[in-house]
């Protein structure tokens, strides 16, 4: 295996590298690719989540595999109102993910395995050895950029067997009537079974800080409010997701010196909710679709895609400043609150990332959520606030 000269090699087997090392399994299968994972398995310790909207049919096709749950319809909560929408909402586990990734790939998968270096053809490993490949994909994880003005969805999340039944039928995505601490603060659960729960306390938050400690502390304090008796701690995730509020593309991409990268490591995620799901097939469906495979047509490939998505996200980023940036970080849920008492379709839309002209008007429209005069500045990138994340 370490002989071999491979057409693409694939460091890091997340979401996003997975699944195009699956696709290309799928569409290419004479070409010799390879994926290399730090972790025991592939996808790590993670719950990837997406609204059905987010994808077109045939990728709901190819993806189908890997969904562990699908749920018709969705819950918030915020202080003045309840709302369910009707929007089916879908999961894929990271077991899930392994298994069906194991399987796939076989032999072509190789993990516990660190790597010391790593260029657009090739890849160093601890002990000297050099793999070589036409095109060498680096999808290990989000990187902080200098170019790159960034926000946290920061979160703990636990698997829990309960001692009786919780009767939730939907998962309930953004549960808003906690307290809202030092930032924009909810309760996320999915229920896996009819005793099973995954619980997240999840934070908008300026800097990647959340108190751990005090996040599982919240876990249980909710669970108990809700009337839920947890029995079993079965997992536990964290993550810190990027939320962009500014940034300069072309310096990014600069930096990358014609190096392939993918998901959250090529900024493909979704501004606003972090999601990274859905970029992650639509750029694996743009690779496995590619003739020619060779570190030059890749990186033109992504840096192509990624830029249409900056692009269409200038909108995204414009409302991140807003919501971190203009008043009070604990009154940051009333823009979110706003949003949701919006149509099923604009939310739809905007979760999918293709919010219309006229979406763009309505979420703007009537008194906003939060001061005037400091929406503006952050809307123009002239409130000090914004410096001031720089300079963190």
Known sequence: MMNTQWDVILVGAGLANGLIAWRLKQRQPALKVLVLEAGERPGGNHTWSFH??????????WLAPLVAHCWQG???????????????????????????????????????????????????????????????????GYQPSPHLTIGAQAFIGQQWQLSKPHELTQPLLMDATVDQATGYRFVYTLPLSVDELLIEDTHYIDQATLDEQQARANI?????????????????????????????FEAFWQAAQQQPMSGLRAGLFHSTTGYSLPHAV??????????????????????????????????????????FLAGPAENRWRVMQRFYGLNDALIARFYAGHPTLADKARILSGKPPVPVGEALQAVLKQTPRLRAFNDE
């Open 52 to 61: 059905e909207g987010d994808l077109s049919a045939a990728q709901h096709a």
């Open 220 to 248: 249980k304090h909710y669970a108990a409010a809700q009337g839920w008796q947890l029995k079993t701690l079965k997992r536990e995730e964290r993550g810190n997701l990027p939320i962009t509020l500014a940034g300069d």
């Open 74 to 140: 969705y819950e918030v909560r915020f202080p003045e109102f309840t709302r369910k929408l009707p929007n089916a909402y879908l999961s894929v586990t990271s077991e899930r993910f392994a298994s069906v990734m194991e399987e796939a790939l076989g032999e072509h998968l190789i993990t516990n395995t660190q790597v010391a270096n790593v260029t657009p053809t090739s890849v160093e490993l601890p002990d000297g050895t050099t793999l070589s490949a036409a095109a060498v994909i680096d999808g290990r």
């Open 282 to 323: 639509e750029l694996a469906d743009l690779i496995a679709a590619q003739q020619t495979l060779n570190v030059n047509t890749l990186f033109e490939l992504i840096k192509r895609f990624a830029a249409r998505r900056w692009r269409q996200q200038r909108f995204f980023r414009m409302l991140n400043r807003m919501l």
